[in-house]
Nanobody
Framework: QVHAVESGGGLVQPGGSLRLSCAAS????????MGWFRQAPGKEREFVAG????????YADDSVKDRFTISRDLGKSMLYLQMSSLTPGDTAVYYC????????WGQGTQVTVSS
């Protein structure tokens, strides 16, 4: 059973921007805080940003908090991550899940930051 489908990744130059989207099943989405996570090659998956169940509270890892913005559309069961001022260090596969993660991970969406 697919709980969430991530999209919006791609190749972007340093300093560029991307907006990631996550289409989650209503069962996954409703009633839970949600988060974005990422996994770079050879590294553990890590937390990037989170948002409360209502969307009123957001929080992010120090490495991205001034550059990334998380948001959600409760009516559409959609989660977003607006990323700006991207650096090569942001290169990773990005995933969405509840926060803390409760469901199997989806395919993720690849973000590559390179000139």
């Amino acid at each position: 059973q697919v709980h969430a489908v991530e999209s919006g990744g791609g190749l972007v130059q340093p300093g560029g921007s991307l907006r990631l989207s996550c289409a989650a099943s209503r069962r996954t989405f409703s009633g839970y805080a949600m988060g974005w996570f990422r996994q770079a090659p050879g590294k553990e998956r890590e937390f990037v940003a989170g948002i409360s169940r209502s969307g009123g509270v957001t929080y992010a890892d120090d490495s991205v908090k001034d550059r990334f913005t998380i948001s959600r559309d409760l009516g559409k069961s959609m989660l977003y991550l607006q990323m700006s001022s991207l650096t090569p260090g942001d290169t990773a596969v990005y995933y969405c899940n509840t926060n803390p993660p409760l469901y199997a991970w989806g395919q993720g969406t690849q973000v590559t930051v390179s000139s």
